[in-house]
């Protein structure tokens, strides 16, 4: 059975870290590109970063840039999503998902059909 599921969130203070996990089975986890995708309460889906297969190429999110790192261990068949200088609108469910995606849609969230269930993140005092 394929599975991705997340782990790691929480509440944390604004200006504080988390790192999100991912853990993969039932695939070949270093043929797949990963992402990770946010849902805000009441909103709808907005990606947030990818990584390639091989952990060579990640892309992030212009609102992400400069606090949010994307990594993988294909060794341990999981992604990880560090976040740092977290704000209140960072608040979300984050869903990492896999896909056989080109580069040219690797920003897409729409190119990754297999999801996680969703782990909370809650930034506030």
């Known amino acids: 059975e394929v599975q991705l599921v997340e782990s790691g969130g929480g509440l944390v203070q604004p200006g504080g870290s988390l790192r999100l996990s991912c853990a993969a089975s039932g695939f070949t986890f270093d043929d797949y590109a990963m992402s990770w995708v946010r849902q805000a309460p009441g909103k709808g889906l907005e990606w947030v970063s990818a990584?390639?297969?091989?952990?060579?190429?990640?892309y992030y999110a212009d609102a992400m840039k400069g606090r949010f790192t994307i990594s993988r261990d294909n060794a341990k068949n999981t992604v990880y999503l560090q976040m740092n200088s977290l704000k209140p609108e960072d608040t979300a469910v984050y869903y990492c998902?896999?896909?056989?995606?080109?580069?040219?849609?690797?920003?897409?969230?729409?190119?990754?059909?297999?999801w996680g269930q969703g782990t909370q993140v809650t930034v506030s005092v």
């Open positions: 990584i390639s297969w091989n952990g060579v190429a990640t």
């Open positions: 998902a896999s896909g056989r995606v080109i580069v040219s849609s690797m920003t897409s969230k729409n190119a990754y059909d297999v």
